[in-house]
């Protein structure tokens, strides 16, 4: 399976202890809601499981930042709270899960190292305000990256 891979990735997987495992991806749907439910409710991968590629435990960790401040703002009212907190994370998750599918799209497309390059450089290159290998300056050349 992995005969056609780059000598430098095989090695990472001939230096592992134990025998490699692929595992599959699961996501949610996108946009996946419930309706209110009175003293239950979910945060993190179990109500937005989406593609790895850097959002999930960020996610994650946001919804459980605003339940706890949702829940300390009214104590009066956890079920009114939750249902404020339900009603953000369903719009942040669903914009999350789709900006992540469209990213895995890249990365598992049939030219997928050379297209996750160019997404990588064009988003280093067109982010001014966020320093990255070119240091933030967007006329600044790109450091050469080679693939194996
Ligand atoms: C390969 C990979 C790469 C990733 N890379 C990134 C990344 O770069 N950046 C990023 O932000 N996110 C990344 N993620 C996503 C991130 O790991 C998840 O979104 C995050 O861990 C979700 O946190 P969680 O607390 O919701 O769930 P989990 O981390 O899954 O925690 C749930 C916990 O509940 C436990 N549990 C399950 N059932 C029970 C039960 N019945 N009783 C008691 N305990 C139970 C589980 O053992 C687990 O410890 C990646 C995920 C994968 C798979």
């Given at each position: 399976m992995y005969a056609d891979w780059a000598p430098q990735l095989t090695a990472?997987?001939?230096?592992?202890?134990?025998p490699f495992t692929p595992r599959t991806l699961t996501v949610l749907p996108v946009g996946l809601t419930w309706p209110p439910t009175a003293g239950v409710t979910l945060l993190g991968?179990?109500?937005?499981?989406m593609p790895p590629v850097g959002?999930?435990?960020?996610?994650?960790?946001l919804?459980?930042?605003?339940?706890?401040?949702a829940l300390a703002a009214d104590r009066t009212d956890p079920f009114a709270a939750v249902r404020a907190y339900e009603t953000a994370m369903f719009e942040r998750a669903a914009t999350a899960a789709r900006a992540s599918a469209a990213v895995m799209d890249i990365v598992i497309s049939r030219d997928g190292a050379r297209n996750t390059l160019d997404f990588f450089q064009?988003?280093?290159a067109g982010l001014p305000d966020r320093p990255g290998p070119s240091g933030g300056n967007?006329?600044?050349p790109l450091q050469e990256r080679s693939l194996p």
């Amino acid at each position: 399976m992995y005969a056609d891979w780059a000598p430098q990735l095989t090695a990472l997987i001939d230096a592992c202890d134990g025998p490699f495992t692929p595992r599959t991806l699961t996501v949610l749907p996108v946009g996946l809601t419930w309706p209110p439910t009175a003293g239950v409710t979910l945060l993190g991968d179990a109500a937005h499981l989406m593609p790895p590629v850097g959002m999930g435990a960020n996610m994650a960790m946001l919804d459980a930042a605003e339940l706890a401040l949702a829940l300390a703002a009214d104590r009066t009212d956890p079920f009114a709270a939750v249902r404020a907190y339900e009603t953000a994370m369903f719009e942040r998750a669903a914009t999350a899960a789709r900006a992540s599918a469209a990213v895995m799209d890249i990365v598992i497309s049939r030219d997928g190292a050379r297209n996750t390059l160019d997404f990588f450089q064009s988003h280093d290159a067109g982010l001014p305000d966020r320093p990255g290998p070119s240091g933030g300056n967007p006329d600044a050349p790109l450091q050469e990256r080679s693939l194996p």
